[in-house]
Structures are given as structure tokens and as C-alpha cells.
């Protein structure tokens, strides 16, 4: 019944790879998101999908493309990974974009590239 | 620029004691403001969810308030538990012309200990 999934929870990798990270949530939520937690802990936006559209790209490189088969899925998949792109990667989904609507998070992939 | 200060960095409290956690924020215009508790390991999950027109609410043993004026909020704990062990993060929405952007606060790091 896990309300925002995503996978796999950790994973290693040698620079240049390509990975995948896949998102589920089965809350009926119209908003997903991609968030990047740094070793400081802040929290920042990556891409917003609305409805399979996307909204929000902040700047970030384009090795970072972000898919959306259907409003229940947003994956991230990284090309031509770098040392600088270990992070812990968050999922998140919310009713809609904007207003009051609180964010659900999944519990995050660390990626970490060597 | 759009900034969210928390304080203090971390703090170590006694089981069954209060706390309170404070956040001063930059943020304009305004949307609402928001706490999250991020267990280790997990992602946040939303405590609480203030409006301007807000100045405290409630959620369990977790109330925070809301200083619109000052531009500052605290999350004050009741009774503190060893499960309330966690990063709190404080989280500001900007307003809905600018794309309801959200600025994240780097969190406050408390430890409850028996």
C-alpha cells in the first residue's frame, strides 16, 4: 500500500554510466516531481510533470531526462553519469501543482558514482 | 532572494521534554508555509501546511506558528518521544504567479534521547 515508490533504494555506479530510476505513486495525484538532496540536505526541485506534462525544469544538466509514460509514473534516467551526481534522488506527487496540496515523498534513491 | 533559515542546526533533548524549532524565512510573495519531518533513511512527510491567514496548527504533539509579519514560524514538540528523532525542514511556497516555486529550509536535526 505504499503510497510513492520508487526504485531501486540505493545504487552504484562508475562514471559514464547511463541508470534509471523509476517512480510509482498510486495516490491518483495529477503532480509528480524530481527532487535532488545533496550532501548538505537541501532539497531541490528537478522537474515537475503535470499530467505527463512537464512544468517545472529547473537548471539542471541535460544528462537528466525525465519520463512520463502516464500521470501514475515519472522516471529519471541520468546519462553519462559524474562523481558530482551522487546525491539521495527523491521522488514526490501532490493533488496539483501549487496551492495547499502537501507533498507525498517516496524514501529516495542514493545513487552513488565512483 | 528567496531564502529559508532554520534553527537551530541540531538539538538534543531529553525524552518527555518540549522543544521548539524556528524557521525565518525571505520568501515573497507569500503562499503558505510548510513543516516535514524526515525520518533517516526515509522521505519527508508533511506535519503541517499554513496559510497568511494562519497563525497556528495543530498536529498531535506537533503545533506550529506562523508570524506573517515577522516572516518567522516555529514547531514547537510536546512531550518529546525517541520516534520523534528526525531532520525537520521547514518549507516556503512562493506565490502562484511565479509557478508556486518551493524553497526548502536545511532542516534542523533533532535527537531525543531516553
Known amino acids: 500500500d505504499t503510497a510513492v515508490s520508487q526504485t531501486p533504494k540505493y545504487l552504484v555506479t562508475q562514471m559514464g554510466n547511463d541508470k534509471s530510476i523509476k517512480c510509482e505513486q498510486n495516490?491518483?495525484?495529477?503532480?509528480m516531481y524530481w527532487y535532488k538532496q545533496d550532501s548538505k540536505k537541501f532539497l531541490k526541485i528537478m522537474f515537475s510533470y503535470n499530467n505527463k506534462e512537464l512544468i517545472i525544469n529547473e537548471t539542471v544538466p541535460n544528462r537528466f531526462s525525465p519520463k512520463s509514460p502516464d500521470k501514475a509514473h515519472l522516471n529519471l534516467h541520468i546519462n553519462s553519469l559524474e562523481l558530482g551526481d551522487s546525491a539521495v534522488y527523491f521522488c514526490?506527487?501532490?493533488?496539483?501543482?501549487?496551492?495547499?496540496?502537501?507533498?507525498?515523498f517516496g524514501n529516495g534513491t542514493r545513487l552513488t558514482v565512483t | 532572494k528567496n531564502q529559508v533559515e532554520q534553527s537551530p542546526q541540531s538539538l538534543i533533548i531529553l525524552e518527555g521534554k518540549n522543544c521548539t524549532l524556528q524557521c525565518n524565512y525571505t520568501v515573497s510573495p507569500f503562499s503558505n508555509l510548510r513543516w516535514y519531518k524526515q525520518d533517516t533513511g526515509r522521505g519527508p512527510v508533511s506535519l503541517t501546511i499554513?496559510?497568511?491567514?494562519?497563525n497556528t496548527k495543530s498536529n498531535g504533539r506537533y503545533t506550529a506558528t506562523l508570524d506573517a509579519d515577522t516572516k518567522q514560524s516555529s514547531l514547537h514538540i510536546t512531550a518529546s518521544q525517541l520516534s520523534d528523532s528526525a531532520s525537520y525542514i521547514c518549507v516556503v511556497s512562493v506565490g502562484e504567479k511565479y509557478g508556486n516555486k518551493l524553497v526548502f529550509g536545511a532542516g534542523t536535526i533533532l535527537r531525543v534521547k531516553s
Open positions: 514526490a506527487s501532490s493533488r496539483r501543482e501549487g496551492g495547499n496540496s502537501p507533498l507525498h
Open positions: 495516490l491518483g495525484h495529477d503532480t
Open positions: 499554513m496559510t497568511f491567514s494562519e
